[in-house]
């Protein structure tokens, strides 16, 4: 195929079957559940000699202006100056064209797909496609639905490092203040409407206040700590629903206007006193001032407004955490609802023709090779590991159960886990006493017992696996209560889909657990976790038996302890296998350092570890990783994002410019070309406040960078004297 009929700078992904990608998006439409992938733009090229078959390609991209046909086929338009010229004059080969194209961007709100046809030279074409297939009029009101889904994909999407796709473009949404106050106009409209887009996977239901429109606002205007843009605007939307009122008391404890946010929360508590945003507000509003007994009243109380979402009981279990109650936060923790976890939506994958993808001579100069080396390879115990894994609410539980244990540690940890949870061992030999009582009863008394009896009787107690899962689904789980009377289990049934997720989960961590090596190794001082009782088997509510365990263990009484649910109970062995891998890591080094031996290891080892070290609060020592991983040859952006944040939260300005610089080469050279929101911009802006944009610029001056990457840097520091944030004049 001849190279001139690729662009010269667009990455694209040519087809196999001329329109392909176009068909494949239609299909797919119906899956798209909250915001949708990014904008899809298919060109056809065609040299116009007969016989000549034509080629089609097609890219992602986003923060396209998507507010009506004409920006789109501008767009299109600009890619007819990409293709790439013959080399000389005297070459035989065909000269490529643009021969037409389609854009098309899914509108969140509505739920269809607006596309845009060009054909060159000749027509725009504009219409709707809905989930059925079928072709519609676009209207004004489509349109602007269009653009704000557009914007907020651009915002939402444009750092996220899990959200990766060949060939996808990120330009920049908001580049003018004009398009800012566009921006806010068409949020302002359409604010209502924000639940239709979805939310977080860790919202169970999304609210008006609580859904992507909201989330893309807050983090486009915090991020940069321009708050009083975001202020404006939910000053006018409180007066139309005062439960916006939390959103805007978050925007005036930004601009340092506590006194004024006290007032409005204050204020809506009157009319809205079962918001439970609202209650977190002044949650997190008491926590800064150090009132977390107060704190805790409010946490409380929002549990009781939305028992169902999962962030309610969170914000529980990190209060308790913070006060020292940790068998409280343990129990709490218990309790959290926990959702299946959908990922960002996406296209289906096509098998390419072939792919193009250019990237620049100057920021290919300061990269490593891209690729594959021995630096790509890692020990199977660390590829393995199931915590990396976790997603959604699962994720955020597991983060708030290492924070437990590096406040307490392990062994602090499993003493609190076995006072407030039934444990299997204390379980069975209950059991057996039960059995003992019933065989005794059975001897004297010849009659059928009460059916009820019978079933609690012959249930067989739950077997349990050992092997800790990467993802745990919430299992049917036994709430004993406390009344006497009450003898039948309470069971919350959990889906079909969990239940086999939980299954998949189990068969994958008794692969893992096969492993030899690391894996393998027996901790000197690390307990394992002992396996609590299953949330599945008996539940009969034993009020005023009381077990002596072996070796005189303390009597007990199932009254006052509970059943660990089952994804929390796979969790505490997620976590003993990062302690075991850990303790084993550190154990190595100090080894190594006593023999005055270098320790070596892979750069995707080290990033693995260091990952590890931020996982369970080992701050120092993830450094220590993620620089080590920079020692090696290895490509990946992943030890400089991480290190970058460590250098920003320092304050250490010369460092954070340097990882910075290497941050901004990685993502220009996968066609991110924009310069905010990005984990860059917002770090410098947090730095611009403290130093000013003079110091910040001539400190990047004096580096002696190249031009094409002084000329990167210099967009963010642009950005915010174009914007005046915070520092831009000094």
């Known amino acids: 195929m001849a190279a001139e009929a690729a662009f010269k700078d667009v990455p694209e992904i040519f087809e196999v079957e001329l329109g392909e990608c176009l068909i494949a998006r239609t299909e797919a439409l119906a899956s798209f559940r909250e915001l949708g992938p990014p904008d899809l733009c298919h060109v056809v090229k065609s040299t116009g000699r007969a016989g000549q078959r034509d080629l089609g390609s097609y890219h992602y991209v986003s923060g396209i202006d998507t507010s009506s046909s004409a920006s789109l086929a501008a767009y299109i338009n ?132 609580s859904n992507h429109l909201t989330a893309g606002i807050l983090k486009y205007f915090g991020d940069s700590g321009r708050w009083q ?78 028992p169902s979402e999962f962030v309610t009981w969170e914000k529980l279990t990190d209060i308790y955490i913070e006060l020292g109650e940790y068998e409280s936060a343990l129990l709490t923790l218990n309790s959290c609802p926990m959702f299946t976890y959908n990922g960002r939506d996406a296209h289906r994958n096509l098998a390419a023709l072939r792919l193009h993808l250019p990237i620049s001579a100057a920021v290919a100069e300061i990269l490593p090779e891209r690729e594959k080396t021995e630096d790509d390879e890692a020990d199977p115990a660390l590829q393995r590991l199931p915590a990396p894994g976790l997603r959604g609410t699962w994720a955020r539980a597991y983060a708030l159960l290492t924070r437990l244990v590096s406040q307490i540690g392990w062994d602090e940890l499993l003493k609190s886990r076995s006072a407030v949870f039934v444990m299997e061992e204390e379980y069975r030999m209950q059991k057996a006493h039960a059995d003992i009582a019933v065989a005794a009863l059975e001897e004297e008394v010849v009659a ?59 068969k994958a961590a008794e692969e893992a657990a096969k492993l030899n090596g690391m894996e393998n190794a ?51 062995m997620v976590l003993y296998e990062d302690l075991r891998v850990w303790t084993i890591f550190r154990a190595e080094i100090a080894h190594f350092k006593t023999q005055h031996v270098a320790y070596r290891k892979t750069g995707l080892e080290w990033e693995i570890l260091g990952d590890l070290g931020l996982r369970l609060h080992h701050k120092e020592e993830a450094k220590e990783a993620f620089q080590r991983a920079l020692d090696t040859p290895r490509y990946s952006i992943k030890p400089w994002m991480k290190l970058l944040d460590m250098y920003a939260e320092e304050g250490d300005l010369t460092r954070t410019l340097q990882a910075s610089i290497r941050v901004a080469a990685y993502q220009y050279g996968e066609y ?56 831009y004049d000094f």
């Not at 001082?525 to 396996?531: E, N, R, T």
């Not at 403290?690 to 580096?703: D, E, P, Q, R, Y």
């Open 672 to 727: 991110s070309e924009l310069a905010y929101p990005t984990q860059i911009a917002r770090l410098l802006f947090k730095l611009e406040q403290v130093h000013g944009h003079a110091k910040i610029w001539n400190t990047l001056l004096s580096m002696g960078l190249p031009e094409p990457i002084l000329h990167v840097m210099q967009g963010y520091l642009q950005y915010g004297q174009r914007f005046k944030v915070e520092g």
């Open 448 to 506: 059928d017992d009460n059916a009820s009896t019978k079933g609690v009787r012959a249930r067989p107690s739950a077997s349990r696996e050992d092997s800790p899962s990467s993802s745990v689904a919430q299992s049917p789980t036994i709430a004993p209560t406390d009344d006497a009377e009450s003898m039948i289990p309470t069971i919350r049934i959990s889906t079909e889909s969990a239940r086999e997720e939980s299954l998949r989960a189990e």
């Open 78 to 209: 600009s890619l007819t100056y990409s293709i790439e010229e013959p080399q000389a004059w005297f070459t035989k080969s065909p000269t490529w064209k643009v021969k037409n194209g389609c854009f098309c961007c899914f509108n969140a709100f509505s739920r269809v797909d607006v596309r845009v046809d060009v054909k060159i030279p000749g027509g725009v074409n504009a219409y709707v496609i809905d989930l059925r297939g079928e072709r519609h009029q676009a209207s004004p009101d489509i349109w602007q639905e269009t653009y704000l889904s557009a914007v907020l994909r651009a915002i939402l999407y444009s750092d996220d490092p899990s959200y990766f796709l060949e060939a996808y473009r990120r330009l920049e949404p908001i580049s003018t203040p004009d398009a800012e106050m566009r921006f806010l106009q068409a949020a302002e409209i359409l604010f209502m409407k924000g639940w239709q887009v979805g939310s977080d996977p860790e919202i169970q239901v999304a609210t008006v206040v």
């Open 522 to 572: 027996k901790v000197e001082g690390l307990q394992q976790p002992a396996q609590a009782a299953a949330g599945e088997g008996d539940g009969e509510n034993k009020d005023t038996t009381t077990i002596g365990g072996p070796g005189g263990q303390e009597s007990f009484s199932f009254s006052n302890k509970r059943l660990c649910e089952r994804w929390l109970d796979n969790l505490f």
């Open 229 to 306: 843009h975001a202020a404006n605007l939910f000053e006018k939307l409180a007066a139309r629903d005062p439960e916006v009122s939390s959103l805007l008391a978050r925007s005036y404890i930004g601009l340092n206007e506590e006194v004024k946010a006290v007032q409005i929360m204050a204020t809506a508590m009157e009319k809205t006193p079962q918001s439970y945003l609202l209650l977190h507000t002044q949650c997190d509003f008491l926590r800064s001032k150090g009132k977390h007994e107060w704190a805790l009243k409010l946490a409380r109380q929002a549990v009781n407004c939305a």
